[in-house]
């Protein structure tokens, strides 16, 4: 009998995609832990099945409803005037206030008893999101919706993490003939192996020409590994030939510095770039959460708001995460364009050298880091604690 049969608890997550692939990327991890370790029935409704796509390359992106896995996959368009009572799911999650579909929401108000209702909101590390978290929000039709915050504290919902993850981790880093396969595939050479090997995912406005000349000038021999269509731009210039460029495979070596072109790669072969890198640039919020499980030093790219608002995020995280490492701070500020030196100009040369000394030091800072928020629970599980609570 297919485990569904035994399943009680049933979930639906609308997800609308931003960030091409952090928004997708979060409830994707999210549907899969939430069916494969807690057996929990999930529906996940996306609007962008091409972003999907990218990061799970089982998704057929013009289907109205696939099985991927045993998580049933459903495109979010105009789906207004086809809901019943019985197509309400037991939870309902709307990922950082999607607006579900109003048919729905009417749906669920006439579904006896209600769905928990959840408001799966944006990671933060600003202190206002301890207060505001599980808080809840009486919504018309006798309804009620509750706040759901990830976070980095116990008074927050935690973070994402797959049971056994960090074992896996811990295994794979071990294994220098698994780390040396997986980069093969996409042409790291021996010789780069003991390079310092650095994985780059930006958005656009990222100052990486500026960084790339001063890698390339330095004395430290790097490799840069960039997913395909990131950075394409300053790539595409250090790389010199726009047809090879836009595909997985392109290289170059200039002084120090050797760019190889990745292929977009599915989460879980995502995983293991960030943990057999020795840096890690990451952007948005999924890629950023997967870098703290990673155990390695990483800058985080913030998704860029109106009026500078991601400075103060970012700012807030850095408190908690870097206060005692001036270098990674400099550095994460200069990345992100932050206020505190917007109106300087940034020397990389100079301010490279900085973060690469205190590279061992930050590394294991980093682990310190991760084994205190593993020791918040994860956010699936406390997801549905939390659910139990107000049914």
């Not at 009026?307 to 005692?324: G, T």
């Amino acid at each position: 009998m297919h485990p569904k049969e035994h399943q009680t608890t049933s979930l639906a997550l609308f997800c609308k995609v931003v960030d091409n692939y952090g928004d997708i990327g979060i409830c994707w991890r999210l549907a899969r832990q939430l069916e494969q370790e807690h057996d929990i029935a999930v529906t996940l409704w996306v609007d962008d099945l091409r972003s999907f796509q990218r990061i799970c390359p089982e998704v057929a992106s013009d289907r109205d409803e696939q099985q991927i896995g045993t998580v049933t996959v459903r495109h979010w368009r105009d789906q207004d005037s086809m809901f019943a009572a019985s197509d309400v799911a037991d939870i309902v999650i709307e990922f950082f206030a999607c607006d579900i579909p109003p048919a729905y929401i009417a749906a669920m108000a006439a579904r006896a008893p209600h769905p928990v209702w959840l408001n799966l909101e944006g990671l933060s590390a600003e202190e206002w999101v301890e207060g505001c978290h599980a808080l809840p929000s009486p919504q018309p039709l006798s309804l009620t919706k509750y706040f759901f915050f990830p976070g980095f504290t116990g008074k927050t919902g935690g973070l994402l993490l797959e049971s056994g993850l960090q074992q896996q981790r811990r295994v794979f880093q071990q294994d220098q003939a698994a780390m040396a396969a997986f980069l093969g595939q996409f042409g790291v050479t021996p010789a780069e192996m003991g390079s310092l090997k650095v994985s780059l995912f930006c958005y656009p406005q990222a100052p990486v020409s500026a960084l790339f000349d001063a890698w390339q000038n330095g004395e430290t021999a790097i490799t840069c590994l960039v997913p395909e269509g990131a950075a394409a731009e300053a790539v595409q210039a250090f790389i010199g030939d726009a047809e090879r460029v836009a595909k997985a495979g392109a290289s170059a070596t200039r002084g120090a510095l050797t760019v190889r072109v990745l292929p977009f790669i599915p989460q879980p072969d995502y995983d293991k770039l960030l943990w057999a890198c020795d840096l890690n640039f990451v952007r948005g919020e999924d890629s950023f959460v997967r870098a703290q499980w990673a155990g390695k030093p990483f800058i985080w790219h913030i998704y860029p708001q109106d009026k500078n608002l991601h400075h103060v995020k970012l700012n807030a995280f850095l408190q908690r995460y870097a206060a005692k490492k001036e270098s990674l701070s400099e550095f994460s500020l200069s990345w992100n364009a932050a206020a505190t030196v917007a109106n300087a100009t940034v020397d990389w040369a100079a301010i490279w050298p900085l973060l690469e000394a205190d590279m061992q030091e930050i590394a294991t800072m980093s682990g310190d880091w991760e084994r205190q928020l593993s020791a918040h629970g994860d956010l699936a599980s406390n997801l549905l604690q939390f659910a139990e609570t107000v049914r």
